[in-house]
Antibody, heavy 121, light 112 residues
């Protein structure tokens, strides 16, 4: 069974930093691209970053480019998101999601339960 | 960036009746590999999103055949043939032809 478990969320002041983690199990993590998607309270879904299996192709949404960094450790079956220079508008539930990985397109299939990041003074 | 527009914003459906959601993209989602990268997700209340449909019309593992995706190019739809109580939530379309991946604004489906 595919499982994705996020951790690392919490309350942080504007300008602060956090590191989110996603522990993967139940599949060959090293073979799949991975994504981070967030959802602000009461709002829709916003894709923010993707990383391929070998970590040599990274993508970011403009809203987080230069502030957030995606990474992974295939030996530890883990995905990470470093959040720096946090703003109020970064408050959201952050989901880790596996990419379907079957073709040239990009699309999450399995999602974690999410971790809440609250940016507030 | 590709803009995804969903209609309607909300839908109230009698159990056993059909429901339909439309999604339009600002650019064609037809890739040079011949596939069209349009996905549908359902986020049930209090839960994470779950994949229903990929590449316009392929049902993901475990998704009942009451859910049917169709469309091409820039115009797509998701049809539920007979809505059940467990189908309530917010439905999102998403384009996956190239980053940034973008979602529609969502359609909230409720039971009458």
């Amino acid at each position: 069974e595919v499982q994705l478990v996020e951790s690392g969320g919490g309350l942080v002041q504007p300008g602060g930093s956090l590191r989110l983690s996603c522990a993967a199990s139940g599949f060959a993590f090293s073979l799949y691209s991975m994504n981070w998607v967030r959802q602000a309270p009461g709002k829709g879904l916003e894709w923010i970053s993707s990383i391929n299996s070998r970590s040599n192709v990274l993508y970011y949404a403009d809203s987080v480019k230069g502030r957030f960094t995606i990474s992974r450790d295939n030996a530890k079956n883990s995905l990470y998101l470093q959040l720096n220079s946090l703003r109020d508008e970064d408050t959201a539930v952050y989901y880790c999601a596996r990419d379907l990985g079957h073709s040239s397109g990009y699309g999450p299939d399995y999602w974690g339960q999410g971790t809440l990041v609250t940016v507030s003074s | 960036d590709i803009v995804m527009t969903q209609t309607p914003l909300s839908l109230s459906v009698t159990p056993g009746q059909p429901a339909s959601i439309s999604c339009q993209s600002s650019q064609s989602l037809l890739h040079s590999d011949g596939k069209t990268y349009l996905y549908w997700y359902l986020q049930k209340p209090g839960q994470s999103p779950q994949l229903l449909i990929y590449e316009v019309s392929s049902r993901f593992s475990g998704v009942p055949d009451r859910f049917r995706g169709s469309g091409s190019g820039t115009d797509f739809s998701l049809k539920i043939s007979r809505v059940e109580a467990g189908d309530v939530g917010v439905y999102y379309c998403m384009q996956g032809i190239r980053p940034p991946l973008t979602f529609g604004g969502g359609t909230k489906v409720e039971i009458k």
